[in-house]
């Protein structure tokens, strides 16, 4: 079945280094990868999500590349801080909004910042 | 004004009950999920309905029995309760049927003794 490898498992970076995560995925028709991050003991909330017909979308420190072409995505947070530390997933669907094409998601990484 | 809400928060019950999470959204939505979250982390979706029809439907063990009387609000019932089902449940929802721009709640800790 379709699947969406996510590396590295756990990330430990200074603060005010950059993060970044990668996503792999098999599916070649996904067109929408959004990324979500969980805090500890709280809900998935989305932080961005980026369309195939678009190479790279920013949002002040966050930004996700795509590239189709090889099949991967990636998060890249820049000037971290101590409330980046959290689980992080990325996620690859077909779908746009009216279909019901399912969501595969990435196993997660867990970003640690380090004072 | 919570967007997403369920209860309990913490679930702690004995093997062989039978018990139940609420969901309810007031975003809107026309579809809303449950979510499986185990030890590990990871996310698996076990349903899907919109506007009250079930359209995702993953291989769960029949015990899980979804009920969504509205739109707006989506059950999870589970009969007898075994000690592989200890995990976090999620409910969330979304606007269309695609798994776009998920709202999550805020989960529900189960834990079987």
């Known amino acids: 079945g379709e699947n969406v490898e996510q590396h590295p498992s756990t990330l430990s970076v200074q603060e005010g280094d950059s993060a970044v995560i990668k996503c792999t995925y098999s599916?070649?028709?996904?067109?929408?990868f959004p990324w979500y991050k969980q805090e500890l003991g709280k809900r998935p909330q989305l932080i961005i999500d980026i369309r195939s017909n678009v190479g790279e979308k920013k949002d002040q420190r966050i930004a996700v590349t795509l590239n189709k072409t090889a099949k991967h995505f990636s998060l890249h947070i820049t000037e971290t801080q101590p409330e980046d530390s959290a689980v992080y997933f990325c996620?690859?669907?077909?779908?746009?909004?009216?279909?019901?094409?399912?969501?595969?998601w990435g196993a997660g990484t867990k970003l640690i910042i380090k004072p | 004004d919570t967007a997403v809400s369920q209860t309990p928060k913490y679930l702690v019950t004995q093997m062989g009950n039978d018990k139940s999470i609420k969901c309810e959204q007031n975003l809107g939505h026309d579809t809303m999920y449950w979510y499986k979250q185990d030890s590990k982390k990871f996310l698996k979706i076990m349903f899907s309905y919109n506007n009250k029809e079930l359209i995702i439907n993953e291989t769960v063990p029949n015990r899980f029995s979804p009920k969504s009387p509205d739109k707006a609000h989506l059950n999870l019932h589970i009969n007898s309760l075994e000690l592989g089902d200890s995990a976090v449940y999620f409910c969330a929802s979304s606007r269309g049927t695609g798994q776009e721009k998920l709202f999550f709640g805020s989960g529900t800790q189960l834990s079987v003794l």
């Open positions: 996620a690859a669907s077909r779908g746009a909004r009216k279909s019901n094409y399912q969501l595969i």
């Open positions: 599916d070649s028709a996904s067109n929408y």
